[in-house]
């Protein structure tokens, strides 16, 4: 079974810092990459998404995020952090290759991002 | 946004009542899922459903229920609430044609259970 290792519980930075969440996964071939983003109250929202094909992804609001398969890591960056970025942040991952009735993400603990002013 | 409806959006019960939290969607996706969320733990999967009437179980499905008897509709149900199910219960749906594909989620459920 896969298994998603975001060290990082609580990470601060300053408003228009750069920012870099770190995601570890395990699994024995190459998983389905997820990242998530949840404001206080609120649902998920996906950031972006890894597949297969460029290592380095894009999403939503300046986000993206390089897979990186001999690190086995699946890292969030975003260049300059707006204090509207203050959230928790989640990994998930898939097995590609499970079969039809199993399709199930396994989610990080989360970081949790303080910006400051 | 993703059509995906919560209801109740919170719920303060009584230990050993019973509880159903409903969960709706517009979007005909096949996959339903539901999670708890709590301090500490992040996302735990309680069940899932995978098409009408099939469902099977997640990490934390233990004092758990869930039925699908319309592919609009996921309902989670705690036969008997307990002070361990006080938790922020979250519904998401998928389409996942080929493989785990990204989930979308409802706004939540916050459940008190005294």
């Known amino acids: 079974a896969q298994s998603v290792t975001q060290p990082d519980i609580h990470i601060t930075v300053s408003e228009g810092a750069s920012l870099e969440l770190r995601c570890n996964y395990s699994y024995g071939a190459t998983p389905y990459l997820f990242w998530y983003v949840q404001s206080p109250g609120q649902g998920l929202q996906l950031l972006l998404k890894?597949?297969?094909?460029?290592?380095l992804v894009q999403g939503i609001k300046g986000f993206e995020a390089e897979f990186k398969r001999s690190q086995s890591s699946f890292n969030l960056r975003k260049p300059s952090v707006h204090w509207s970025d203050a959230a928790e942040y989640f990994c998930a991952v898939g097995d590609p290759y499970s079969g039809a009735g199993s399709y199930q993400l396994t989610f990080g603990k989360g970081t949790k991002l303080s910006v400051i002013p | 946004d993703a059509g995906i409806t919560q209801s109740p959006r919170h719920k303060v019960t009584e230990t050993g009542t019973p509880v159903t939290l409903r969960c709706h969607q517009t979007?005909?996706?096949?996959?339903m899922y539901w999670y708890r969320q709590d301090p500490g733990h992040g996302l735990r999967l309680i069940h899932y459903?995978?098409?009408?009437?099939?469902?099977d179980k997640g990490e934390v499905s233990d004092g758990y229920s869930v039925s699908r008897s319309k592919t609009e509709d996921f309902l989670l149900t705690l036969e008997s609430a307990t002070s361990s199910q006080t938790s922020v219960y979250f519904c998401?749906?998928?389409?996942?044609?080929?493989?785990?594909?990204?989930?979308?989620f409802g706004p939540g459920t916050r459940l008190t259970v005294t």
């Open positions: 459903s995978y098409g009408v009437k099939d469902t």
């Open positions: 998401a749906i998928s389409e996942a044609s080929g493989g785990p594909g990204e989930q979308y």
């Open positions: 890894y597949f297969s094909g460029d290592t």
């Open positions: 979007e005909n996706h096949r996959y």
